[in-house]
């Protein structure tokens, strides 16, 4: 089955810095790459996807890249807020069905992201 | 209804009794997922409904467990003869299931507390 490697497991940086976490994944099948942050007691929140017929997007502070080659795919988060501290989680998924998103999503062990004021 | 909804929100039982969880999707969303995250660790996956078929169950899901969608709307997720190793936070998830797009969306969970 598909498994994600997540780095770093904690990450802290300086209001106004670059974040980014990276993300390996084992199944080459694997087609959509969700990203989701949780806050502490809170549900994961979608905050960014890629698919694999693309190989960057960007939404505002976040963008996301997606190397199929070598099966990784990063966060970047720039202009950090105290507000972007949380748990960052990547996921991965093989869509059944061919070209599609549907079915389970295989998460990454999380990334603690602390931005200082 | 603007998310998806679980309840109840913390479940405390003693071990070896039988609690059941729901979770209500988004409406219109045809595909629902159960999901679950211990402590320092990313949700996995237990099992997946289109409508109310269940397509996929994880090896996690003992014989202990079972989930239903019996009209293609609400899930229950029941777990019989509670462990400790039972407490987690159970996530419940859908997403449209039409289209190339199929965004997960999250409730905020159920935790668990075996004692």
């Known amino acids: 089955g598909e498994n994600v490697e997540q780095h770093p497991s904690t990450l802290s940086v300086q209001e106004g810095d670059s974040a980014v976490i990276k993300c390996t994944y084992s199944?080459?099948?694997?087609?959509?790459f969700p990203w989701y942050k949780q806050e502490l007691g809170k549900r994961p929140q979608l905050i960014i996807d890629?698919?694999?017929?693309?190989g960057e997007k960007k939404d505002q502070r976040i963008a996301v890249t997606l190397n199929k080659t070598a099966k990784h795919f990063s966060l970047h988060i720039t202009e950090t807020q105290p507000e972007d501290s949380a748990v960052y989680f990547c996921a991965a998924l093989k869509g059944v069905g061919g070209g599609t998103s549907y079915g389970k999503l295989t998460f990454g062990q999380g990334t603690i992201l602390t931005v200082h004021p | 209804d603007t998310g998806v909804s679980q309840n109840p929100r913390h479940k405390i039982t003693k071990r070896g009794q039988n609690v059941t969880f729901r979770c209500d999707p988004i409406s219109e969303h045809n595909r629902l997922y159960w999901y679950r995250q211990t402590l320092g660790q990313g949700p996995e996956f237990l099992t997946y409904f289109q409508n109310e078929a269940q397509l996929e169950k994880s090896r996690l899901l003992s014989d202990r467990f079972s989930a239903e969608r019996p009209k293609g709307s609400f899930s229950t997720l029941e777990i019989q003869r509670t462990e400790q190793g039972d407490s987690a936070m159970y996530l419940c998830?859908?997403?449209?299931?039409?289209?190339?797009?199929?965004?997960?969306?999250f409730g905020p969970g159920t935790r668990l507390t075996v004692t």
């Open positions: 199944d080459s099948a694997s087609n959509y």
């Open positions: 998830a859908s997403s449209l299931g039409r289209g190339p797009r199929d965004e997960q969306y």
């Open positions: 890629i698919r694999s017929n693309v």
